[in-house]
């Protein structure tokens, strides 16, 4: 039975992609993340347990607000 | 209050949010809000809701706020007059910091970069150290323990 993929989009205006991949390592040994760093605008996961969706995202906010703020002047 | 000042008044303010599905979802300008103000509300609910911001357009974002613990309409509504209030709490911060940037800098400069001036304090010291090396011709500076036995 395959497994249930959610995928996230996050906007790398609001979100760094450094931070999605710190929240992906964390997260690694409870949900497999699959990153697509194809585009510039957004980063998508791909996540294996939707139950942990939310806690997902709430940690790549974490990560981008501690550790790799986006700048205005990025945007 | 006469009937023309009530038609005149100004209509109550309405915050603009939405429920639906159990969250809140507040789109906010960047004119009003900037992205720093936005992140500092947004941290200090990451301990009871679940949080999303999604950029519908260039100058638009949205943060959706999913409260971890079922609440009710009422609850929703209190959810989303305390972020409006953060939001505003946050945007003056930064205000703030801006706008005294300029002044916090000056100090530290010139407390981590300047030789430093010795002080008016210093120099009495150094004075009444010159005197008591002096010669005590009227026998006036006794030491206190010699006074005292």
Not at chain 1, 17 to 26: D, K, L, T
Not at chain 1, 33 to 58: E, G, M, Q, T, Y
Not at chain 2, 85 to 100: D, F
């Amino acid at each position: 039975m395959a497994d249930e993929v959610t995928t996230v989009e996050f906007s790398t205006k609001v979100y760094s992609g450094a931070a999605v991949q710190a929240a992906r390592e964390a997260y690694a040994a409870i949900m497999d993340v699959a990153l697509d760093l194809s585009s510039a605008d957004k980063v998508i996961a791909r996540c294996s347990n939707p139950d942990l969706i939310d806690a997902f995202c709430n940690h790549v906010l974490f990560e981008t607000i501690q550790n790799f703020r986006v700048t205005e002047g990025t945007q | 209050m006469t009937k023309e000042a009530v038609e005149n008044a100004p209509a109550p303010f309405e915050l603009t949010y939405d429920t639906d599905a159990g969250q809140v979802s507040f789109p906010l300008h960047q004119s009003l809000f900037c992205l720093d103000a936005i992140y500092g509300a947004a941290y200090l609910f990451i301990d009871k809701c679940w949080l999303f911001l999604s950029r519908p357009n260039e100058d638009g974002i949205v943060v959706h706020l999913k409260p971890k613990e079922a609440v009710d309409q009422g609850g929703l509504d209190e959810i989303a007059g305390e972020f409006a209030n953060e939001l505003l709490n946050q945007s003056i911060r930064v205000r703030l910091s801006e706008s005294t940037r300029s002044l916090r800098e000056y100090y530290m400069s010139r407390a981590f970069f300047t030789t430093p001036v010795q002080s008016s304090i210093d120099a009495l010291l150094a004075e009444l150290d010159a005197e008591e090396l002096e010669d005590d011709e009227l026998e006036i500076s006794v030491p206190w323990e010699e006074d005292n036995g």
